[in-house]
Nanobody
């Protein structure tokens, strides 16, 4: 059984910062360094959309255009953790944020499609007030 636990969401004023965390665990999870990690977000009535992804090695990252320069995805393979540092937050960043993991044998692979991910966190609410 594999479990991803998202945390770190909250209410913040526009221009503020939050850091989301994703803790991975589970008897069958294997090595965290074998998983591409991603962050997605969803607002009511809309589909879940891609935010950022980081390769299993941590050497490569990719961001959705609207968050480039403001968000930073990172990981600590020794702690089975992934992070999303969010700066200069805007009201339009308000959403439930989900981390996701995808097993890979290519340490440089990146995934932007939700369908490529095997496991998902429960989500953490981020609300940015104007």
């Amino acid at each position: 059984q594999v479990q991803l636990v998202d945390s770190g969401g909250g209410l913040v004023q526009a221009g503020g910062s939050l850091r989301l965390s994703c803790a991975a665990s589970g008897r069958t999870f294997g090595t965290f360094g074998s998983y591409v990690m991603g962050w997605f977000r969803q607002t009511p009535g809309k589909e879940r959309t891609f935010v950022a992804t980081i390769s299993a090695s941590g050497r490569s990252t990719l961001y959705e255009d609207s968050v480039k320069g403001r968000f930073t995805i990172s990981r600590d393979n020794g702690k089975n953790m992934a992070y999303l540092q969010m700066n200069s937050l805007k009201p339009e960043d308000t959403a439930v944020y989900y981390c996701a993991a995808s097993y890979t044998e290519d340490v440089n692979t990146l995934h932007v499609l939700g369908g490529k991910y095997d496991y998902w966190g429960q989500g953490t609410q981020v609300t940015v007030s104007s």
